[in-house]
């Protein structure tokens, strides 16, 4: 089972973001993998953020890395079933402030995947 830790900031929060996607980048390797840096909001997300992608067997190691570093944004983890809605919904768990997510976005995708974030294309 695969992971997703989307990492969010608030427009004035941008060069925390950029600082803390750095440091992602420069520590990712074999347990996680940093996806693309938003600097504004995408797909169902209401804020810019940029995800963490790891498996089932470094989700503690991964976990502890985001929760110490941080800096009080917030976090959305969910797992990555294949089912973007159910994962956002369901399995989904927090640190930090709880966000709004556009769940109508996931429709959208459904009759356009091209729209789907996690294109394998749109990876940093």
């Known amino acids: 089972m695969n992971y997703h830790a989307h990492i969010y900031f608030k427009p004035e929060e941008l060069d925390v ?5 750095a440091s ?3 520590a990712q390797g074999p347990h996680f993998q940093v996806w693309r840096f938003f600097d504004k909001k995408v797909g ?3 804020l810019p953020m940029f995800e963490i992608h790891f498996s089932h067997e470094h989700k ?17 983890i969910h797992r990555d079933s294949g089912n973007d ?3 956002h ?10 966000l709004p997510i556009d769940y109508g976005f996931f429709d959208l995708v459904e009759a356009n995947p091209h729209l789907a974030i996690h294109a394998p ?4």
């Open 44 to 46: 169902p997300h209401s």
């Open 24 to 26: 992602a980048k420069a």
């Open 60 to 76: 503690a190691k991964v976990l502890e890395w985001i929760e110490e570093n941080r800096q009080g944004l917030s976090v959305l």
């Open 85 to 87: 809605l159910l994962d």
């Open 17 to 21: 973001g950029r600082r803390l996607f």
């Open 121 to 124: 294309h749109k990876k940093d």
């Open 89 to 98: 919904q369901e399995t989904a768990t927090w640190l930090g402030s709880e």
